[in-house]
């Protein structure tokens, strides 16, 4: 490998790059952080604000931001408890949740944004401050205890180890028939196919579900939440790639103007993706409180802040038009790895928002040396 492929090597790979090295260290540091246990917790730990990620992710493309992600978690988990409180069946009340705080908050800061070209930070700002509010009015800024005997084993079940090892293989498989496929693809339109990079994926590939294997397939199976998390990455990853309304967020975020004079309902869009990352922030809302058999209105405090992180930090930019789900995941990982490791290693939490801070500022400014060349 030449010294030019080696540098583009590099730039394409940094997050993956910087997320093996950080690992290492955490694991050299501490003998418990490479442990099953401790894998399979920190997976779990990583879908909250990886949920939220996925739709941070699609509003920061179209050069937008949604500041209010934490409070409308923090309401959902306070509005699906007292909904079963009330006698509710447990379905109905997540589907009623996503709809009345998701749904309702996304097409209401997506209004106000699309329609009225009133700053997202404003907006979402102003519905951070509304949705907290409103989660310590009906909770009576009190904890709000779950009824439901079904409700906590959507956050806190795992899906049987022989179930977890087909389901790990199958996904395996499936990314070395994408692979092969994009490939041939290339190929066919008589493109050059970069065949360093896909050695690299399919070894990446290897490793991640060997690894997949030894967390999941060898302690309790793959918890509840995280392959919730692995769908609604999966799905992300394909709408951005594969569909139409993920070229159209590209080009939003590259140019609105060029955008709407190409044909692009801007407002639909818009629309669309507030109301996205609301839903998945009231998802994960969900999840939190059935991890913890319980809800608090202050339950998805900073959680913004990690979402932003592990969007940043995972390559996309925040001028809009450039980044990927897979970078946002591996964002969020270095995020659950940071916060993991440190807590093993006795930081205090107060350092560890100082580090996070860091990190987007670093984040950040790398984005714009990038841009700049």
């Known amino acids: 490998m030449s010294n030019s492929s080696l540098v583009s090597f590099m730039k394409k790979n940094a997050t993956l790059i910087a997320l093996i090295v950080l690992a290492l260290g955490m694991g050299l540091a501490d003998d418990s952080f490479f442990t099953a246990?401790?894998?399979?917790?920190?997976?779990?730990?990583?879908?909250?604000?990886?949920?939220?990620?996925?739709?941070?992710?699609?509003?920061?493309?179209?050069?937008?931001?949604?500041?209010?992600?934490?409070?409308?978690?923090g309401l959902a988990a306070v509005v699906v408890t007292i909904l079963m409180q009330n006698d509710m069946n447990v379905w109905i009340?997540?589907?009623?949740?996503?709809?009345?705080?998701?749904?309702?908050?996304?097409?209401?800061?997506?209004?106000?944004?699309a329609h009225y070209k009133?700053?997202?930070f404003i907006i979402t700002l102003g519905m951070l401050t509304i949705a907290r509010g409103l989660a310590l009015t009906i909770s009576d800024g009190s904890a709000v205890p779950v009824t439901d005997t079904t409700f906590p084993l959507i956050g806190g079940a795992y899906i049987p180890p022989m179930i977890s090892v087909v389901l790990i293989l199958g996904v395996f498989g499936l990314v070395l028939f994408a692979t092969m496929r994009s490939a041939m693809r290339v190929r066919?339109?008589?493109g050059k196919v970069d065949r360093v990079q896909i050695i690299t994926n399919l070894i990446l590939a290897?490793?991640?579900?060997?690894?997949?294997?030894?967390?999941?397939?060898?302690?309790?199976?793959i918890p509840v939440p995280v392959a919730i998390f692995a769908v609604i990455a999966g799905a992300g990853i394909y709408v951005l790639g594969q569909t139409r309304f993920g070229r159209r967020l590209y080009a939003l975020g590259g140019n609105e103007d060029a955008a709407r004079l190409s044909g692009i309902d801007v407002y639909r869009t818009k629309l669309i993706v507030y109301i996205v990352v609301s839903v998945l922030s009231a998802l994960a809302g969900i999840l939190l409180a059935s991890r913890l058999n319980?809800?608090?209105?202050?339950?998805?405090?900073?959680?913004?802040?990690?979402?932003?992180?592990?969007?940043?930090?995972?390559?996309t930019s925040l001028a809009g038009g450039s980044g990927t789900i897979g970078g946002t995941v591996i964002g969020a990982l270095i995020i659950g790895v940071l916060n993991n490791g440190m807590s093993l290693l006795g930081v205090s939490a107060f350092y560890q928002l100082i580090i996070k801070g860091f990190i987007i500022i670093l984040a950040v400014w790398f984005d714009v040396l990038q841009k700049r060349k």
């Open 93 to 113: 009340s997540i589907i009623l949740t996503l709809s009345l705080v998701g749904v309702v908050i996304g097409g209401w800061n997506g209004f106000w944004i």
């Open 118 to 120: 009133i700053p997202a």
């Open 188 to 190: 066919a339109i008589g």
């Open 206 to 221: 290897g490793a991640g579900t060997a690894l997949a294997l030894y967390m999941f397939g060898s302690y309790n199976g």
């Open 37 to 73: 246990r401790n894998l399979s917790n920190l997976a779990r730990q990583v879908t909250i604000i990886g949920i939220i990620a996925v739709g941070m992710t699609m509003v920061i493309l179209i050069a937008g931001i949604d500041l209010s992600v934490g409070s409308v978690a």
């Open 294 to 315: 319980g809800a608090s209105p202050n339950l998805g405090t900073m959680f913004e802040l990690d979402a932003i992180a592990a969007v940043v930090i995972g390559g």
